[in-house]
């Protein structure tokens, strides 16, 4: 039975079951057919209850205030929380009732480290977080979708004060000159829990991992680039991608012929890798029909982290993501850390066509690989470009496009281009092309040209 949104619900015995054909490597110029045919009713999209939740890992939803200031006046221009002691945390953010609603102000944090006296200085929150659901998806009309701030990493944390304070009348936009701050808001700390402990990569079968469903089910789709329950998927060797491309087509190897434009699939460590808690999101997968566009962002989430940090960082928008936004799933499809790790992102396969929430308006027909970071003033490791390179010469070429080339994309609607309005974009675009913001930050955006011409070497064009 075919759903018009391209879902699969995730039945642990039909993943296992059919894992051969769902979680074929490269079978993906055909990723509609394979996704739409299979596809059964799919589940609520309600976000789980913290009773529900099994695995590490917590958020404290405070609400926050009007300011003295603001009380006296009667306008709410200026809300906050005084320092306070809470349970820890490691990521902050700022959410608020109405997705359509945007915060035309400041958002500033400080925190104490946990087991300290010690309080930061001030710290801005990035207010315009527009990676977020294409408008009129089922993901986006789900009833549970939040306004919300770019979450910031914090490190170790256990106490907090925030500020927030509307522009100037003058400053807002034509249709709101209030000055008003969105309703509801509320502060989200984000403990992302302790890193799961290390475990090999089992042969198969779900009772031989020990893995749950929900896990057994978001592994089983890479299953034939990887173990069941692996931590990565590992990197093959340029020749073996184009052998596996042109198998996936249904051809016979041959090095005398020509070969397809693909780079070296590169190590991506999974979902299982950087440990999520798969009961967070929802149980079914979204697919859309092909990948014509990268879309590189940045987290926004501060530079302050290790590389060992990485995962807990990408814990901690994950259920940001979900818990806060009220998303369902982290809404990148990779994540690229400062030392140029690769990480799977939203569950559905990596080298499948999953529809993410990452550019608002341009979700579908593309992917989004967001950069661990804020790189508006500060430059991007070499690292963390070369991985984009590497990355999007494998995803993109798995889908015949060109790293060099523009395509064409159209507009679910957003504050650039109009619905339905069909727009030319690079295939390795910035956040900023499809949106008008200031990701992936100017510093990243200025390396997107030797990422693009990187990319397109690398799959030997």
């Avoid at 009007?66 to 200026?78: K, L, N």
């Avoid at 992302?192 to 089992?202: M, R, S």
């Avoid at 590389?307 to 990408?314: F, H, L, Y």
Wanted: net charge positive.
């Amino acid at each position: 039975m075919t759903h018009p949104n391209g879902r699969i619900r995730t039945d642990l015995s039909t993943i296992v079951g059919m894992r051969g054909f769902l979680a074929s490597s490269i079978g993906v110029t055909c990723a509609a057919a394979l996704a739409l045919p299979l596809t059964l009713p799919t589940t609520s999209h309600a976000a789980p209850t913290p009773a529900q939740e099994s695995l590490p890992g917590s958020t404290q939803s405070l609400p926050l205030t009007p300011a003295p200031a603001s009380r006296a006046v009667g306008t709410p221009q200026e809300q906050g929380l005084q320092r306070r002691d809470v349970r820890p945390f490691s990521l902050v953010g700022v959410v608020w009732d109405d997705p359509d609603d945007v915060l035309h102000g400041h958002v500033q944090v400080r925190t104490r480290t946990t087991g300290t006296a010690t309080w930061s200085a001030w710290q801005d929150v990035e207010t315009h977080n527009d990676d977020a659901p294409d408008p009129d998806t089922p993901e986006r009309t789900s009833g549970h979708v939040r306004g919300s701030t770019a979450p910031l990493w914090v490190g170790d944390s256990d106490g907090v004060e925030v500020r927030v304070k509307a522009d100037a009348p003058a400053a807002t936009r034509a249709a709101d000159r209030t000055g008003a701050l969105p309703k509801g808001l509320r502060l989200e700390l984000v403990d992302p829990g302790d890193e799961p402990p290390p475990q090999g990569a089992p042969a198969d079968g779900p009772r031989a991992t020990g893995l749950s469903a929900e896990t057994a089910a978001s592994s089983a789709v890479n299953a034939e680039l990887a173990p069941l329950g692996a931590l990565a998927v590992p990197a093959l060797t340029k020749e073996a991608t184009e052998d596996e491309v042109i198998e996936a087509r249904g051809g016979e190897p041959d090095a005398t012929k020509a070969r397809p434009y693909v780079g070296a699939r590169p190590r991506i460590i999974t979902r299982k890798g950087w440990g999520a808690d798969e009961k967070l999101r929802e149980r079914d997968f979204a697919y859309t029909k092909t990948v014509k566009a990268a879309f590189v962002h940045h987290s926004a989430s501060g530079n302050n982290y290790r590389c060992s940090q990485a995962p807990s960082v990408i814990r901690s928008i994950y259920r940001y993501h979900v818990k806060s936004s009220g998303w369902r799933d982290i809404g990148y499809n990779f994540l690229v850390d400062k030392c140029g790790n690769i990480y799977e992102g939203r569950a559905g396969g990596i080298a499948k066509p999953v529809m993410g929430a990452h550019t608002l308006g341009f979700n579908t027909n593309s992917m989004g690989v967001a950069v661990l970071g804020s790189f508006g003033g500060a430059n991007p490791p070499a690292a963390a470009v070369n991985a984009i390179a590497k990355l999007t010469a494998w995803k993109l070429g798995l889908y015949g496009a060109n790293p060099r080339g523009t395509t064409y994309l159209k507009s679910g609607g957003g504050n650039l281009y109009r619905k339905g309005k069909n727009v030319r974009l690079h295939v390795i675009s910035g956040h900023r092309d499809g949106f008008a913001t200031e990701c992936p930050g100017r510093r990243l955006y200025n390396k997107l040209g030797k990422a693009r011409s990187s990319s397109a070497h690398l799959q030997g064009r």
